[in-house]
């Protein structure tokens, strides 16, 4: 079992940035792509951004890109999301997934069962 812990949520203005953390119990080949989703209260979990802990490629939602960087730090088992010009439609719990496949994480978050993801870090911005 791989254990994710997110950090770094918190409330920002409109056109502010915020920084999110996750870091895993350990990586694993089955699990080789780290990446986010999120879920706002009475809507469909949404893919973000997510990124293969071995080559560095990343894949990102359409409504995240320009905005948003995915990167990772494989020494501290630990991926970044760096959020630039946020907007108050970004506003949702945040969670972190490990999945064999980015494009499950960013494109099809839905078929992620409990054991795929942490504990969430809400992000709040307000306009």
């Not at 997110?6 to 080949?29: H, I, K, N, P, W």
């Not at 990446?35 to 490629?57: C, D, L």
């Not at 999945?99 to 994480?105: A, F, R, T, V, Y």
């Amino acid at each position: 079992q791989v254990q994710l812990v997110e950090s770094g949520g918190g409330s920002v203005q409109a056109g502010g940035s915020l920084r999110l953390s996750c870091t895993a119990s350990r990586y694993t080949d089955s699990r080789n792509c780290m990446g986010w989703f999120r879920q706002a209260p009475g809507k469909e979990r949404e893919g973000v951004a997510g990124i293969y802990t071995g080559t560095g490629s990343t894949r990102y939602a359409d409504s995240v890109k320009g905005r948003f960087t995915i990167s990772r730090d494989n020494a501290k088992n630990t991926v970044y999301l760096q959020m630039n010009s946020l907007k108050a439609e970004d506003t949702a719990m945040y969670y972190c997934a490990a999945h064999s496949s980015c494009s499950i994480i960013v494109d099809y978050p839905g078929v992620l069962n409990r054991d795929y993801w942490g504990q969430g870090t809400q992000v709040t911005v307000s306009s």
